[in-house]
């Protein structure tokens, strides 16, 4: 089973950045996409960014696009998500997952990290 633990949350001015981590507990990690969900008060969790660590292939929602970059070091078996240019609507907790399928099919998720840009 796969173990992923999120990190690098924190409190941020509009226009500023975080740079978040996905930890994974697993020996072939480059056989796995990953990706980054976040879920804001009263909203419903919605797909971020996604990699794919076997050919490096990457998705943004179009609400991040541009500002957002998803990156992996399979050495480290953890993927990064860059997040520059933060608004106030990006405040939510993030969340990585295997794969991309869509957020209610997921039997379980990690403890996810809070992201809060303020204005």
């Not at 089973?1 to 226009?15: F, R």
């Not at 106030?88 to 399928?101: F, I, L």
Request: proline content about 3%; hydrophobic content about 30%.
């Amino acid at each position: 089973e796969v173990q992923l633990v999120e990190s690098g949350g924190g409190l941020v001015q509009a226009g500023g950045s975080l740079r978040l981590s996905c930890a994974a507990s697993v020996f072939t990690f480059d056989d796995y996409a990953i990706g980054w969900f976040r879920q804001a008060p009263g909203k419903e969790r919605e797909g971020v960014s996604c990699i794919s660590n076997s050919d490096g292939s990457t998705y943004y929602a179009d609400s991040v696009k541009g500002r957002f970059t998803i990156s992996s070091d399979n050495a480290e078996n953890t993927v990064y998500l860059q997040m520059n240019s933060l608004k106030p609507e990006d405040t939510a907790v993030y969340y990585c997952n295997t794969g991309w399928g869509h957020p209610t099919s997921y039997d379980s998720w990690g403890q996810g990290t809070q992201v809060t840009v303020s204005s």
